[in-house]
Nanobody, 121 residues
């Protein structure tokens, strides 16, 4: 049973910072791409940042230069450092990972339960 657990969300004023964590546990043979998505009320879920197993990253234009995604392969954890936060960053943030639970199984997507980030003065 694979589980993704996010932490680190909360409320912050514009210009502030937060760091999200995503810990993967359970049966894990290999974790490939890890990503952060977000969904604001009334909007579709959108990708914020992605990172490959080798550390290659890409970002949504709206967060480039402000957010940094990283991962710790030894501990099956991904992070999202969010700086210079804006009110439009307010959303539920979800961790996503492409995981192969066993050597004999195929890869599939797994999601965390989400963590709320609120940016408001």
């Amino acid at each position: 049973q694979v589980q993704l657990v996010e932490s680190g969300g909360g409320s912050v004023q514009p210009g502030g910072s937060l760091r999200l964590s995503c810990a993967v546990s359970g049966s894990i043979f290999r974790i490939n791409i890890m990503a952060w998505y977000r969904q604001a009320p009334g909007n579709q879920r959108e990708v914020v940042a992605r990172i490959t197993r080798g550390g290659t990253t890409d970002y949504a234009d709206s967060v480039k230069g402000r957010f940094t995604i990283s991962r710790d392969n030894a501990n099956n954890t991904a992070y999202l450092q969010m700086n210079s936060l804006k009110s439009e960053d307010t959303a539920v943030y979800y961790c996503n990972a492409a995981i192969r639970p066993y050597i004999s199984t195929s890869e599939r997507d797994y999601w965390g339960q989400g963590t709320q980030v609120t940016v408001s003065s």
